[in-house]
């Protein structure tokens, strides 16, 4: 029997679902294959670790399900109407500017500002602030929610969020939006209420919160990173062409400098606030005008606005809102800010709530010596190190530097066995040279990945894309290009996308985007664009000159370089066919508006 | 997997508020693990659990009986996961990428078992139909039922996930 076919064979065996016949074939055959049982032990392992968890308790729901089906699902028909009629009428062009006036634009240098908050985030250790916000557009019932609370930041990366629901709600069965974040180094917890389908309000809401806690968490981790761009919004920042400036003035008492933004890029702000707790969903190409502070680049004031945009309105029709763009959706401001106080103390978890044991655990790695990089920012010191653990005792190395509140970790191992890059880079990277050897980046520019000859590391950070490259270059790890079975051996250059795809093209005058990372295989190039927070693209050309036929009800007839095409706004898919290719630009974080003008900017490299 | 009585499917139907809790109490638990494999995070499983027998009561009187109400049941929550996933990637406004991103065995999550990790990295095709099968005990018939696709199909997709994960296991990783 083949291998394959055995293996095949063996996994319906092992289910149960073999005919008697070959049941008994099977069985023979594993008495005398050392192979046969090894994939069976191997199996039978698993599927003990899976059912094992069981004892992992799964929540009670019912209260919530009964509420939200006594509340009852239809929503009214009248609400549709509201938002279409406001969707004819067409008319947003002027900018109504809630609670922060007297805004005239000053000429400033407005192209230093990405640079200025790159270089702020070294400067602040410490702020406390308190938060008043304001949400439009929650629930029909509810005209606006009304909120204050308090942030408290300790570089580098412990941070406290109180937010107190003031909302006058028209009955008790509304449940206040109150919440608690606490991120303090090795522990983190979190209080707030469980969210619910705006159509099942009020009544799903339960009335305790949901608590979670967790401890010996490792330092800037990668699922449960403390929201530092309330701090100052790096994310936000880096990569960006120059912003849009609305101004100076004073906000708070502090200098402040306007700029206008899109919420996909600066999504680590927003959903810093609102990743807990009840909140309205905000559309990645709404507009925000956000003011930073002028001399420490901290966040002083954000005004969220619904963009402009059919497909926008669509969205929020699905979503049961009745947004029009002039009415601001979320408005938060910092008052009373004070950098570089005294140390705060933090609130310790509620007792009694079950945690979970992310398994940090704090000691000097065994390698740390060899693998501190020599060319570490001026100013950087070391934060936390240690070993990460895993349930079935899997671990690898972390060390961590921090200069106020930028970063640096280095994570390595040596058993790294899997045919990938270590350090969740993704699918689609981009080769660079440091030093003898070469590395590899991430779309976003942000994690690098080295694959040594016995160690793979990866460096993440908060630092500029360069920035990082010297680190990685200055470690003493040559870095080789990974083995042809491993799935970034597709990585390419331009010349390579060039000689597989006839016809290939890349947008020209393109800024405010990272270096493109570019995937071949042979007559497919895909290439991938990321800008500043979460805004991104992906550009694919395919040989086969075709459009294949529309996954989506929904679609919308464009026309781009004179080719018919089509748009498919539930993908964020825009796709046309140029001769024998057919080329598509994606993005859930870029309006069809800026998907035709990249497709119009397309040339031959 | 508990089936049951017509007569308490009917009643729910009917607008029996204590037979459909009895309902979402005898399943909840099945299809919040189902939703956790598939989706990854234990938080946004529970919310879609509770969205899934919102859906399930709002479809009860479509359920014709022709096949067992636990698979009808998972089909529900499939869907329901599946949409969640969707908002979540809209969300997080994630670049797509040519194959599902993986996260690292060793990069200590939220759940902080390699197993989970393994599992993320499947294609999530294979993985709902290795979850049916594996962590929930479905056969290959009912799993074809939930998933709407032939049970060859649902075989193939076991076979290949469980020889991502073994070959895994063989590597030394658990």
Known sequence: ?605 | MYEPDPALIRAASAGDTAAFEELVRAYQAHVWRFLRHLLGDATLAEDITQETFVRVYRKLETFRFRSKFSTWVFSVARNAGIDALRSRRRREQLITVVAPRAHDVASGGELGFEIESALQSLNPKLREAFVLIEALGLSYREAGLTLGVPEGTVKSRVFHAREQLVSWMSAGEV
Request: net charge negative; aromatic share 6%.
């Open chain 1, 1 to 605: 029997m083949a291998p394959d076919r055995l293996l095949e064979t063996l996994s319906r065996y092992f289910d149960g679902e073999l005919p008697p016949d070959e049941h008994a074939e099977i069985e023979q055959l594993v008495t005398s294959s050392d192979e046969a049982r090894h994939y069976l032990d191997q199996a039978g392992l698993l599927r003990s670790l899976l059912r094992d968890e069981t004892a992992e308790t799964a929540p009670d729901v019912t209260t919530r399900v009964l509420a939200a089906i006594d509340r009852g699902p239809e929503r009214r028909p009248a609400r549709r109407l509201r938002v279409a009629a406001a969707f004819v009428a067409g008319v947003f062009g002027g900018v109504v500017f809630i609670g922060l006036a007297l805004r005239q634009p000053t000429p400033v240098a407005v192209a230093e500002i990405p640079e200025q908050v790159l270089a702020a985030q070294s400067q602040v250790t410490s702020l406390t602030a308190n938060l008043q916000l304001v949400e439009r557009g929650w629930h029909p019932d509810i005209d606006e929610r009304t909120f204050t609370g308090s942030i408290s930041y300790r570089a580098p990366e412990s941070l406290w969020i109180e937010i107190e629901d003031d909302t006058e709600y028209p009955a008790d069965s509304w449940v206040p939006n109150h919440s608690t974040y606490v991120v303090d180094e090795n522990n983190a917890w979190s209080s707030a209420v469980a969210g619910c389908p705006t159509e099942a309000l009020p009544s799903c809401t339960p009335a305790l919160p949901r608590v979670s806690v967790v401890h010996n968490r490792e330092p800037f981790p990668d699922a449960a990173q403390a929201p530092l761009d309330l701090v100052v919004p790096v994310a936000g920042f880096s990569r960006a062409e120059e912003p849009e400036i609305l101004g100076y003035e004073t906000i708070g008492e502090r200098p402040g400098v306007g700029v206008e933004v899109t919420a996909a890029q600066v999504a680590a702000l927003l959903d810093g606030l609102t990743r807990i707790g009840n909140w309205r969903e905000i559309h990645p190409t709404d507009r925000v005008e956000l003011w930073l502070d002028r001399d420490a680049l901290v966040p002083l004031a954000f005004t969220v606005y619904p963009a402009d945009t059919e497909d926008r309105g669509l969205w929020a029709v699905r979503h049961g809102y009745q947004d029009s763009p002039e009415t601001a959706i979320l408005e938060v401001t910092w008052s009373d800010l004070s950098l570089g106080e005294p140390d705060v103390g933090f609130p310790t978890p509620p007792r009694g709530v079950a945690d979970a044991d992310l398994g940090f655990v704090e000691s000097t790695p065994p390698d740390l010596e060899a693998l501190t990089p020599g060319d570490l920012p001026v100013g950087m010191t070391m934060h936390r190190s240690g070993t990460v653990t895993t349930g079935s005792g899997t671990s690898s190395h972390v060390v961590s530097w921090s200069d106020g509140r930028s970063w640096l970790k280095l994570r390595w191992t040596r058993d790294w066995d899997l045919s990938r890059l270590f350090g969740d880079l993704g699918a689609l990277v981009r080769e660079a040279p440091a030093g003898p050897g070469v590395v590899y980046l991430n779309e976003r520019g942000d994690r690098i990945g080295v694959h040594g000859e016995d160690l793979d590391v990866v460096l993440t950070g908060s630092l500029p894309t360069g920035a990082l490259l010297d680190v990685a270059a200055s470690l003493d790890v040559i870095g080789h290009q990974v083995p042809e079975t491993w799935a970034e051996s597709a990585t390419a250059t331009v010349d390579d996308a060039r000689s597989m795809v006839d016809g290939f093209k890349l947008p020209t005058g393109l800024e405010g985007f990272e270096d493109p990372a570019i995937h071949v295989e042979p007559g497919v190039a895909i290439v991938a664009f990321a800008g500043p927070g979460n805004r991104g693209f992906l550009l694919t050309q395919d040989a086969d000159g075709e459009l294949a036929p529309p996954l989506e009800a929904k679609v919308r007839g464009v026309t781009v370089q004179g080719n018919e095409g089509r748009y498919t706004p539930e993908r964020g898919l825009l796709e046309w066919v140029e001769g024998d290719l057919t080329v598509s630009l994606t993005s859930t974080t870029l309006s069809l508006e800026e998907l035709i003008v990249i497709g119009e900017s397309l040339r031959e490299p």
